[in-house]
């Protein structure tokens, strides 16, 4: 089985046990979100759900438009029933690693005010230690003229190597829906308390965001290359 396929078996029953009629659904961004969003657009379809989606990037808004799913925000839905999002790495205690693709502000947001947060991955996200199967880094979202003081604390304080994150299509850096850049921290210490390290880089003045959601994850599902699916609660 390919990684799309576990991706795919992952998110299918994610949406299968937690999505139900007249709820409030949180759509994460990414690849494998691409599955659940279909998924849904099919148990809408054929079961004729009403679920109000609340989307935590740009694509994200897209995927629900294209699905002519219904598209609501927080403004009128401040409390969402469950949120299903991917994440970069997740390790023994559901710590998560999120943010890869440069939604992490908002991705945290929507998970913050869910009553759940579900992830869907494949089998290369589950880890035992965060760093052991995802090298490129937390991702810690800034705002652009405090990028280099912010770089040089977070080193100072925890080591390992940070880099501006580059854009790939366009010269410089990348750019957030919400404006902002993106450091990518690698680390080497695989043993700090992630819940201290997430509250002592948010108090930075600057940093608006860090790709770490401690104790957020209520379960997750792993598609593995024999076509099952791993659970993992909380």
Avoid at 51 to 57: F, L, Q, Y
Avoid at 136 to 159: D, F, Q
Avoid at 181 to 187: C, E, M, T
Wanted: aromatic share 8%; charged share 25%; glycine share 8%.
């Amino acid at each position: 089985m390919s990684l799309e396929q576990a991706k795919q078996v992952a998110a299918y029953r994610a949406v299968d046990e937690f999505v139900t009629d007249n709820c409030i659904f949180g759509v994460g961004s990414g690849s494998t979100v691409v599955y659940a969003v279909q998924r849904l657009a099919e148990r809408v379809e054929s079961e004729n759900l009403k679920v109000t989606c609340i989307p935590t990037s740009f694509q994200a808004k897209q995927l629900i438009i294209k699905h002519n799913l219904k598209l609501g925000e927080l403004d009128t839905n401040p409390i969402i029933d469950v949120t299903i999002d991917g994440a970069d790495e997740v390790d023994s205690n559901m710590t998560l690693i999120k943010g890869g693709g440069g939604c992490l502000l908002q991705e945290k947001i929507i998970a913050s005010f869910s009553k759940k947060l579900i992830v869907i991955a494949d089998y290369t996200k589950d880890s035992v230690k965060l760093g052991d199967r995802y090298k490129k880094g937390i991702p810690i979202e800034v705002i652009p003229m405090a990028y280099v003081p912010i770089k040089n604390k977070i080193m100072a304080m925890y080591g390992g190597d940070i880099k501006l994150r580059s854009a790939i299509a366009k010269a410089g850096p990348v750019v957030t829906d919400n404006g902002n850049f993106i450091l990518d921290w690698v680390f080497t210490n695989q043993d700090l308390d992630w819940e201290k390290v997430n509250a002592a880089i948010k108090m930075i003045p600057g940093v608006v965001e860090i790709g770490l959601f401690v104790k957020m994850c209520h379960k997750a599902y792993f598609g593995q290359p024999e076509g099952n699916v791993v659970e993992r609660f909380n």
